[in-house]
């Protein structure tokens, strides 16, 4: 694995529209994050591609790829943050050379984990999942959002925990922000695993967001075996999801989908994002999904955890090793990157 490094200070983060760019209404959103992030000593270089948005997607997919293949190799940019996620990061892949990509890192999550994924599975460069720009545009940011920077900052070989938030939002509110803060925090949080008897599980980070990265599987863009193969030494992954807005059948579905594909036959668990999606069909539920996977595959399954569209969440980087710990109040992921 090859690992970028992001420094405290003096930093310029590039910032581009790889999937969804923004209309005219969020435009101010945009300038605000900007003054945060330079509030803490960090410039900016904002693309074309972010003003724009027609057909869900912010411009063509070549010229989307183009921005962001000039910001990955622009010596002055030392990290690259979309705005948010969308529904067309999947059209990029083809027009990127992934070979001519240096180490740098790319953080986003929702659509932007399509080009996470493949970036990971294809050259051995880690990527991070974790807060896109307009979730950094509030004044104060809570410790569990907070901690991109330390993840992002840790040398290689070096390690960095995370822990669980305290409480989190259950849905989203632009209208009003509380003061200084950015999301509405309104229930206890809880990691959980679906046997009592496991509470800890260790293997080397991949996923997203469930409903976009399955779109990988059968691509060159989601050879998840050669991966392990020739990145991780065979050592095995732990996997994680969030889903977005998928019921309980399709999420069902895109997990068969991926256990037939072989995608988990040498991993240490699972682990999925709290959600709001997953509504039952019939009598069919997400509990019950989580608990379809568990017996196909054998794997322990840790859930409600901090990743994803209920914020806040952790920064998880794809390709570093892994320990989640679940111990109450006191749960955390400890990740090194070696």
């Given at each position: 694995m090859r690992?970028?490094?992001?420094?405290?200070?003096?930093q310029?983060?590039g910032?581009?529209a790889?999937?969804s760019?923004?209309?005219d209404?969020?435009h101010?959103?945009l300038?605000?994050s900007?003054?945060?992030?330079?509030?803490?000593?960090?410039?900016?270089?904002?693309?074309?591609?972010?003003?724009?948005?027609?057909?869900?997607?912010?411009?063509?997919a070549?010229?989307?790829?183009s921005e962001?293949?000039?910001?990955?190799?622009?010596?002055?940019?030392?990290?690259?943050?979309p705005?948010?996620?969308?529904?067309?990061?999947?059209?990029?892949?083809p027009?990127?050379?992934?070979?001519?990509?240096?180490v740098?890192?790319l953080?986003?999550?929702?659509?932007t984990?399509?080009?996470?994924?493949?970036i990971?599975?294809k050259?051995g460069?880690a990527?991070?999942?974790?807060p896109?720009?307009?979730?950094?545009?509030?004044?104060?940011w809570?410790?569990t959002?907070?901690?991109?920077r330390?993840?992002?900052?840790?040398?290689?070989d070096?390690s960095v925990?995370?822990?669980m938030?305290t409480?989190f939002q259950?849905?989203?509110?632009?209208?009003?922000?509380p003061?200084?803060f950015?999301?509405?925090?309104?229930?206890?949080?809880e990691?959980?695993?679906?046997?009592p008897?496991?509470t800890?599980?260790?293997?080397?980070?991949?996923?997203?967001?469930?409903e976009?990265?399955?779109?990988l599987?059968?691509t060159?863009?989601?050879?998840?075996?050669?991966?392990?193969?020739?990145?991780?030494?065979?050592?095995?992954i732990?996997?994680?999801?969030e889903?977005c807005e998928?019921s309980?059948?399709?999420?069902?579905?895109?997990l068969?989908?991926?256990?037939l594909?072989?995608w988990f036959?040498?991993?240490?668990?699972?682990?999925f994002?709290?959600?709001?999606?997953?509504?039952a069909?019939?009598?069919y539920?997400?509990?019950?999904?989580?608990?379809m996977?568990?017996?196909?595959?054998?794997?322990?399954?840790?859930?409600d955890?901090?990743?994803g569209?209920?914020?806040p969440?952790l920064?998880?980087?794809n390709?570093a090793?892994?320990?989640v710990?679940?111990?109450?109040?006191?749960?955390?992921?400890d990740?090194?990157?070696?």
């Amino acid at each position: 694995m090859r690992y970028p490094f992001f420094g405290w200070t003096g930093q310029t983060i590039g910032i581009t529209a790889l999937s969804s760019g923004l209309p005219d209404s969020l435009h101010p959103l945009l300038e605000e994050s900007k003054l945060r992030l330079e509030d803490r000593q960090m410039e900016t270089m904002i693309g074309d591609t972010v003003w724009t948005q027609k057909k869900a997607q912010s411009t063509t997919a070549s010229v989307r790829a183009s921005e962001l293949m000039q910001m990955f190799q622009n010596p002055d940019i030392d990290a690259i943050l979309p705005p948010f996620g969308g529904e067309r990061a999947l059209d990029v892949l083809p027009h990127l050379d992934f070979y001519e990509l240096p180490v740098k890192w790319l953080l986003g999550y929702s659509d932007t984990s399509t080009v996470l994924f493949a970036i990971t599975v294809k050259t051995g460069i880690a990527t991070a999942h974790g807060p896109n720009v307009l979730e950094l545009r509030s004044e104060e940011w809570d410790e569990t959002t907070a901690a991109w920077r330390r993840v992002l900052a840790t040398p290689r070989d070096g390690s960095v925990t995370q822990w669980m938030s305290t409480r989190f939002q259950t849905a989203w509110n632009h209208d009003v922000r509380p003061e200084r803060f950015m999301f509405h925090f309104d229930q206890p949080t809880e990691w959980k695993t679906l046997n009592p008897s496991i509470t800890q599980v260790t293997g080397r980070l991949l996923g997203g967001c469930l409903e976009t990265v399955r779109h990988l599987i059968g691509t060159p863009y989601g050879d998840v075996r050669a991966f392990q193969e020739q990145q991780l030494g065979g050592e095995p992954i732990l996997w994680y999801f969030e889903a977005c807005e998928a019921s309980a059948t399709d999420l069902h579905r895109s997990l068969m989908q991926m256990h037939l594909a072989g995608w988990f036959d040498n991993a240490t668990g699972i682990l999925f994002g709290r959600t709001s999606a997953g509504q039952a069909i019939e009598d069919y539920a997400l509990l019950d999904v989580y608990q379809m996977i568990a017996t196909e595959t054998g794997l322990p399954i840790f859930y409600d955890l901090d990743i994803g569209h209920q914020p806040p969440q952790l920064t998880l980087v794809n390709g570093a090793t892994a320990t989640v710990t679940l111990q109450g109040k006191d749960s955390r992921l400890d990740m090194t990157f070696n």
